[in-house]
């Protein structure tokens, strides 16, 4: 089966740095990938649809310049949360599309996510 | 609009049946999705029912669709301790062809020994 990694699967910073957390699709490629943020026994909350080559789209009330999306190629996506704060503390979780499996002619593989803890 | 809701919580006796339910409010969802997340780790899908379908089993597991009621179901026969873990419903829309998927909030299976 497809496989999707993520990078790091936990992490923790400082007050005002930045983290980049890596999303690679193993064994096939990704035109598509999608980057959901996670609360403590709460639902995956979309943030943004990543588009290689292309800007990432972002979900309403997701601020684009705190969350840097870039999917400079078929197989990575990553995700910078600038000047992070506590607040930003949640669970990351990646997906990623591939196109011609599945009964809708695509299916979303998920990574195991990554554990941002700021401090 | 789109909304998914799922009841937090359910606890069986293992060897029991669970039944987790779910209700969508979108009628042009085109696929109906179950998936399962064990602790700290990402989604893992388990079945999916296309909307024009009433029921699918595969295995333990069957899902059950009432479009008139935008009701979905997942019931597992013989809950197993290693079935513990929180189950999403999801819904997707042919129409856009984004991929996109609406999750609800998820139901934590507790299965007691």
């Known amino acids: 089966g497809a496989v999707v990694s993520q990078h790091p699967s936990w992490v923790i910073c400082k007050s005002g740095t930045s983290v980049k957390i890596e999303c690679r699709s193993l064994d096939f490629q990704a035109t598509t990938m999608f980057w959901y943020r996670q609360f403590p026994k709460q639902s995956l909350m979309l943030m943004a649809t990543s588009n290689e080559g292309s800007k990432a789209t972002y979900e309403q009330g997701v601020e684009k310049d705190k969350f840097l999306i870039n999917h400079a190629s078929l197989t990575l996506s990553t995700l910078t949360v600038t000047s992070a704060h506590p607040e930003d503390s949640s669970f990351y979780i990646c997906?990623?599309?591939?196109w011609g499996s599945g009964a809708v002619g695509y299916e979303q593989y998920f990574g195991p996510g990554t554990r941002l803890t700021v401090t | 609009g789109e909304d998914v809701e799922q009841s937090l919580f359910l606890s069986v006796r293992e060897g029991d049946s669970s039944v987790i339910n779910c209700t969508y409010t979108d009628s042009s969802s085109t696929y109906l999705y179950w998936y399962k997340q064990e602790p700290g780790a990402g989604l893992q899908l388990l079945t999916y029912?296309?909307?024009?379908?009433d029921m699918k089993q595969d295995q333990r597991l069957t899902v059950l669709l009432n479009k008139k009621d935008k009701h979905l179901s997942l019931r597992i026969a013989d809950t197993q301790t290693g079935d513990s873990a929180i189950y999403f419903c999801?819904?997707?829309?042919?129409?856009?062809?984004?991929?996109?998927?609406?999750f609800g909030q998820g139901t934590t299976l507790q299965v007691k020994p």
């Open positions: 997906s990623a599309l591939r």
């Open positions: 999801a819904e997707s829309f042919m129409a856009s062809n984004t991929g996109k998927l609406i």
């Open positions: 029912i296309f909307s024009n379908m």
